[in-house]
């Protein structure tokens, strides 16, 4: 007992004396990282907007080498997904070394975490650095934590930079979205992080049917919303599963009534009506979505399926997962979503029916007006640079080696892999800083059904190639190939790219009018309107008085509505 | 204790059982549910198709779980962090409860120290201010991080001083006579009596340690120096679908995997689920009988 | 009485010294956070005392939010109906399972009613959703055998709460429990010896030692419960609740998620942690008085 005593005692005082001893320790290794700091300064201290001032002569080279190499800090948010070779981590991989050899750029990793969900583990752990203020100089952000920055005055006006120091196809990328993606990055006329721009048509709605069932009841495919009324009724009340009883729905919808699975976007877009997007109305001026007159009507057609049992009675409940089991138990063969839902949810219910086969079909109108599909902005992530950081140019560098070697005219099939694919590795995901060409997508789909068609794979990429291989794998009819059953649906012939491709050609995609920063009143009230939104919306689908919707109407004004209208209008004006 | 049965208490007794055992079934059916699922296909998972038996019968999410090298290492990170977390706490707990314990007539400043101690239980300054106190004391991705800010366990502190108020005062006046200072008494009479009342605090020490994660994402700056119940929270992905990027698509399949999550529930409950019993004869014994009953 | 006065008291002081370090670095350090409360709080100013200072705007901005008074009604609702019946209900589990001669059946049930505790609310909302449907629900089918109508538990909001309740009881009550079971075997075992030989049942045991042993553990835990009253469970709310319940079901802790975490306000966040803080502060105060003055019981 007595030498346990003893022993507790010392560590206690151990630890006591480690708090002590490492607050010290820290305190100084700060300093020593300030002399640093000051010690790598190369006589661009303090120019803040610009510091951009490189002591190599004549013309810019957008992927001019560090001589000395040069070290910069990020933070990374990674998730399960990632997968290295033996002996290869996120610090240290065919990226890391590429950077090295080709940039001059070493990666410090300030932290990493795991998780990259919204509001998940990596948007936490980035809030609680930026609340702190512990920031690494290249942040990536997303849009309301680059708002932060901005206001809190840290980051550097990257409009210089990007103009010195992008390479033109960069440049072309960032713009084939449409300006959107750089202007929600723009503050007061300036630059403020570089986006990592997605796809906005990826994210366009759809109709997806069971095709199996539609064959099976004798229905037309849909033309219009009557159609679409049709098929919901008839795979309610017809028995479409053929096991008698009628546990069958008409349209699967999710509690958040929004999102890219089950949702009612692209029913409302039949309405023409753009819920939680800004709109122009017919005289010039920006107004919101979700209070217009077509939303009414919209939601009254929602309460009246509701009514006769067409939609889950207790989707008010399931969340996306949740809804999802409907479709993969076989009992719901109709849903509003996006491009990607074959991989998931549908392919479960692929796993669990061999019979049951999937259709996108562009959304359809209620009226002879066409219907047409409004997007919103396809930026996840910006990358934002604090301002007394040495090399913002750096991360313009990165993404130019990066669009380069994915798309770029010089790059080889070997390089493509070695950065890419190679061993079945993700190995894009290792590079910290990225964007996307918007087309991508569509192209895999396109060069695809080429090669299907004509049996010529050469002209294929090695992601379109390693797309095909799965696709063939399950058309050649082995077992336990349901994925390549999604890719099959998602980029072959007439995959959801297909639908996709028919709204490009048409130009039927609409952006939201909006895209800047949110605004001051936005920050301050949006979920507190987007909930009450829900409410009323769900409350209406499911048997309140349509009436409603007017009261939420004004109440949506006066709760800080106009407010925010009037500064998306004077966003709009100085445009 | 020999007492007679009357047919009341044999009526008591038989529904005493019955009850006990039908809220013991109540209290397993989710744990068996989410087991089932673990060992289902996904497929069937998703569609909603398991109830209590597994359909499709695979090990494939625990093999997903475990192949991970990463989960190895974060059994070890969360091992090191229940033995000093555990210690640190108990130690301290004891060490504070017990000066808390006397009377104000003994100790006059007890009551002060007592609500210094208390207050921290309502008031918390919140993450940020948590997280740069860390940061400027150096324990910041260090094993201390997930240890010191919680090292005096407020609420087990307040059970254990009234345990060990509820203790014969005879016995620790017994031990003054005999010359025992405050540190002998405590570590040689009170600590002994109260085991009990320890090992339940152990046991919520523990289940403490070992269940929480945010603090391990929070403060380790690199998922190599996660505890097992922050990398778990990140093996299964959740996903918000209407802002894919186009680099994601792969990562789909994997999306709400509901086996691979309760296999992970039941791996990250497992231990506990087997210490627990052992911790439970302590429960039993109550006060050693024959020091009370001078 | 003077001879006690010779074990002197610095070794109390000194025992509590490293708990006292630790407590003021980490939650007295932390707390000087609470002056967000009051500042317009600029995220990476680096320094808690960088951003301007906003008075009592943050305060008056939530009395302003059109749901404030719903919320406030919802939670104090919500915890105090879990806090009297999940008190009442490991209380009464204890003494039954007190009653148990057959050691294994004790331990066993003991193990089993302490799984829920385990089970996070994102699995237990998935579960309870399944259970209680209208349509599929095991519970509806049951008290469909007894012809009564089927219920929307959790899309109803006159019973939401009450589900709200009575899941949290469940999970949460194995825990209290094994306080209590921890309680009574601490009762002098002499006690009982002396009324079994009064001739005293084992009603009236319980009535009058086991009660009475088990009350300063059971005043205790009421007493630190009371200052839950604004805390009616955010994990649990949250995975269960959806837009057609709002108004039963919106609480505190789901409103400051949507101010704090969306909208990342934390000067508002703050605002409304510091008034629950001061709440429970009151309540915890008044009940150690209460308890103090009428029972002449220090809580702690």
Known sequence: ??????????????????????????????????????????????????????????????????????????????????????????????????????????????????????????????????????????????????????????????????????????????????????????????????????????????????????????????????????????????????????????????????????????????????????????????????????????????????????????????????????????????????????????????????????????????????????????????????????????LLKVINLFVETGWGETTTPENYAEHFTKGGYERHKYIPFQTWPARKNLDIHLHVSEAIKSGDKSKLNPEETDNLSQIEAFLSGKEGTELGWGYERIFGIDGSFKTINQYVNDNSILMSEFYGAPTQTMVEKDATLQKMELEVFSKIIMGDSIDNFDKFVTDWKKLGGDKITEEVNAWYAAK | MVEQLTLGRRLFVGTNYVVLALLSILCLVPLIH????????????????VKLW????????????????????????????????????????????????????????????????????????????????????????????????????????????????????????????????????LWQIIVPLSAPALATLTLFATVGHWNSWFDGLIFMDSPSHYPLQSYLQTVVINRDLSLISSSDMKSLAEVNDRTAKAAQIFLGALPILLVYPFLQRFFMKGIVLGSVKE | MLQKLKSPNWPLHLMLLPGLILVLIYSYGPMIGIVIAFQKFMPARGGLFDSPWAGLDNFRYVLDMPDSMRILKNTIIIAVFKIVIGFIVPVVVSLLLNEVRKEVFKRGVQTLIYLPHFLSWIILGGILIDVLSPSSGILNQFLGMFGIESIYFLGDNSWFRPV????????????????????????????????????????????????????????????????????????????????????????????????????AQYGVATAVGLFKSIVSFTFISVSYYLAYRLANYRIF
Request: aromatic share 10%.
């Open chain 1, 1 to 394: 007992m007595k030498k346990m005593r003893g022993r507790t005692w010392v560590t206690v005082l151990l630890v006591m004396l480690m708090v002590v001893v490492s607050a010290c320790g820290n305190s100084g290794e700060k300093k020593e990282e300030g002399g640093n700091k000051n010690a790598n300064t190369q006589g661009s201290e303090g120019s803040g907007g610009t510091g951009n001032e490189e002591k190599t002569e004549g013309p810019i080279d957008p992927l001019g080498k560090y001589d000395p190499p040069i070290e910069i800090s990020t933070v990374r948010i990674v998730n399960d997904t990632y997968k290295y070779a033996e002996g290869e981590s996120i610090e240290n991989n065919a990226w890391t070394r590429t950077l090295q050899e080709k940039l001059g750029i070493t990666l410090k990793n300030k932290w990493v975490v795991s998780g990259d969900g919204p509001g998940g583990q990596g948007e936490q752990k980035m809030n609680v650095s930026i609340a702190s203020g512990d920031l690494p100089d290249f942040i990536p952000v997303n849009s309301r934590q680059l708002k932060q920055l901005v206001e809190a005055d840290l980051l550097m006006d990257l409009t210089d930079v990007y103009e010195k120091y992008a390479s033109p196809f960069t440049k072309e990328i960032m713009n084939q979205d449409g300006p959107n993606a750089l202007a929600s990055a723009t503050f007061d006329g300036k630059l403020m992080a570089i986006p990592n721009t997605g796809s906005a048509m990826d994210g366009a709605a759809m109709i997806w049917i069971r095709t199996d069932w539609l064959k099976k009841l004798n229905l037309p495919e849909p033309k219009t919303m009557d159609d679409v009324f049709k098929i919901s009724e008839a795979f309610t009340t017809q028995d479409p599963d053929g096991n008698g009883k009628p546990d069958t729905i008409g349209i699967s919808l999710n509690k958040d009534l929004y999102g890219g699975y089950a949702s009612i976007d692209g029913f409302l877009n039949g309405y023409h009506a753009y819920p939680r997007q800004w709109i122009k109305d017919s005289s010039g001026k920006l107004v919101f979505g979700s209070v217009q007159p077509e939303m009414k009507q919209a939601l009254a057609k929602l309460q009246e399926l509701y009514k006769k049992g067409q939609i889950d009675r207790e989707f008010g409940v399931k969340d996306g997962g949740k809804a999802a089991e409907f479709a993969a138990a076989g009992r719901v063969g109709l849903h509003f979503g996006t491009m990607s839902n074959p991989l998931w949810p549908l392919v479960d219910n692929k796993k669990n029916d061999k019979n049951a086969q999937w259709q996108s079909y562009p959304i359809v109108s209620v009226d002879d007006k066409p219907a047409q599909p409004r997007v919103g902005l396809a930026v996840g992530t910006y990358y934002a640079v604090l301002k007394e950081t040495k090399n913002p140019e750096a």
């Open chain 2, 34 to 49: 989410v087991l089932a699922v673990s060992f289902s296909s996904s497929a069937a998972a998703t569609a909603g198709l």
């Open chain 3, 164 to 263: 709200l309740v009575i899941t949290d009881v469940w999970k949460e009550f194995g825990f209290n429990t094994i306080v209590y079971l921890a309680a009574l075997t601490s009762i002098n075992p002499a006690l009982y010896e002396a009324a079994i030989v009064d001739g005293a049942g084992r009603w009236k045991q319980t009535m009058h030692i086991t009660l009475p042993g088990m009350m300063p553990i059971i005043v205790l835990t009421m007493t630190l419960a009371i200052g839950n009253v604004l805390n009616a469970g955010f994990d649990q709310v949250f995975n269960l609740y959806s837009p057609q319940v709002y108004e039963s079901g919106d609480i505190i802790d789901t409103f400051v998620y949507r101010i704090g975490l969306v909208d």
């Open chain 2, 54 to 185: 597994p359909v499709e019968f695979t090990i494939s999410s625990y093999q997903f779980v475990l192949a991970k090298p990463a989960f190895l290492t974060s059994i070890g990170v969360t091992l090191q962090r229940v033995a000093i977390g555990l210690t640190i706490n108990m130690v301290l707990t004891i060490l504070v409860a017990y000066p808390l314990s006397k009377e104000v007539n003994k100790f006059p400043m007890r009551t002060v120290y007592v609500w210094i101690f208390v207050v921290t239980i309502l008031f918390q300054g919140g993450l940020i201010p948590l997280y740069m106190t860390v940061k400027y004391t150096g324990i910041m991705d260090t094993i201390w991080a997930l240890v010191l800010p919680n090292a005096v366990p407020v609420f087990n502190v307040v059970l254990l001083l009234n345990f060990f108020r509820g203790l014969p005062k005879e016995l620790e006046e017994a031990a003054f006579m005999d010359g025992a200072g405050h540190w002998r008494t």
